[in-house]
């Protein structure tokens, strides 16, 4: 299989803009993800990032995720465990309004840090879907503003930390899934790998490096590209020694936000049949059916969501 997609970012400011673009058109036509590189966000504040990330779960968390364990005798499981997941996380919401005052246990200075990180994340965000706009012939600002609704986009981090497991065979760290929402942009422990995404029927790796920022797209793009870009199945696997540290954030439209295929993509792809593939959906509407749905595939979700747009009942 060819190699994961890495994109160097650094590479849009010379002579080989061109090229780094086709890159990025095909990492999202083809995989879903790629790991951009030079991505412009310090290395000194990934590190801090970090570190105070993986003392917090060290203090806070991992007698919880411990007593847990126990509670539920996993350690002890023998055949697979289909309805949990190995992991212990807790939920940031950035935008529109912060939740992180919600959390006791966060002492001031991981707060300060993960405001900081979360400002520069949101940034990085809007400059990747501005060059998704570019491939896709979108004006500039189009996914910005299709995921704006009335109050901005939803922005939010997963903290995550995944213990060793003494059944990886048993238990997934993190059962398959797509995303549900936009653009999403991982910080992952560059040691203890575990991500895997589906490509043509096989589990690929996606490589732990050190200061990347690895990027997938949820249905929303899915949707909005009329499926010329996919958002794509994705797991973590448990490991039997080493913590990973994970930090995914989600930068999602905003509950009231509209979503729908963008007219110019359906018109370049229907001219011969003009008809759109993908539903128009208020985006919280989809979150609740996502909410039950998460671990299962996406595209009964999609013929859900049109149901209810032709359902008279459930549109009135």
């Known amino acids: 299989m060819e190699n994961f997609p890495i994109i160097n970012l650094e590479k849009l400011n010379g002579a080989e803009r061109a090229s780094t673009m086709e890159k990025i058109n095909d990492a999202c036509e083809n995989w879903g993800f790629f790991e951009l590189v030079n991505h412009g966000i310090p290395h000194e504040v990934m590190d801090t990032v970090e ?25 002890g499981v023998e055949a697979e465990v289909t309805d949990m997941d190995w992991e212990s996380t807790f939920f940031l919401r950035h935008l529109p309004v912060s939740n992180m005052s919600e959390f006791p246990d966060l002492d001031d200075v991981y707060r300060e840090v993960m405001r900081d990180f979360a400002k520069r994340l949101e940034k990085l965000a809007e400059e990747l879907l501005d060059l998704l706009c570019e491939n896709l012939g979108l004006e500039k ?133 003009n008809k759109q593939v993908y539903p128009k959906f208020v985006f919280d509407d989809y979150m609740k059916l996502y909410v039950g749905l998460k671990f299962q595939a996406k595209e009964p979700r999609f013929e859900a969501m049109k149901a209810m747009e032709t359902d008279p009942i459930a549109t009135a």
């Open 141 to 273: 600002g189009y996914l910005k503003n299709a995921f704006y609704g009335s109050k901005g986009p939803n922005f939010g981090t997963k903290v995550s930390n995944y213990p060793p497991c003494p059944k990886p065979d048993l238990i997934k760290g993190l059962r398959a899934h797509t995303d549900a929402g936009g653009i999403i942009l991982l910080f992952q422990d560059d040691k203890v790998s575990g991500l895997q995404l589906l490509k043509d029927g096989q589990w690929v790796d996606v490589p732990p490096m050190r200061h990347s920022i690895v990027v997938n797209l949820g249905d929303q793009l899915e949707v909005i590209t009329n499926g010329k870009y996919k958002s794509v199945m994705h797991r973590v696997i448990a490991q039997k020694d080493g913590t990973r540290m994970s930090l995914a954030s989600f930068y999602n439209p905003g509950n009231d936000a509209l979503i729908y295929p963008a007219p110019a993509l359906v018109e370049k792809e229907a001219k011969d049949q």
């Open 51 to 75: 570190k105070l990330t993986k003392g917090h779960y060290k203090k806070c968390m991992e007698q919880r995720f411990k007593e847990l364990v126990a509670k539920k005798g996993l350690e």
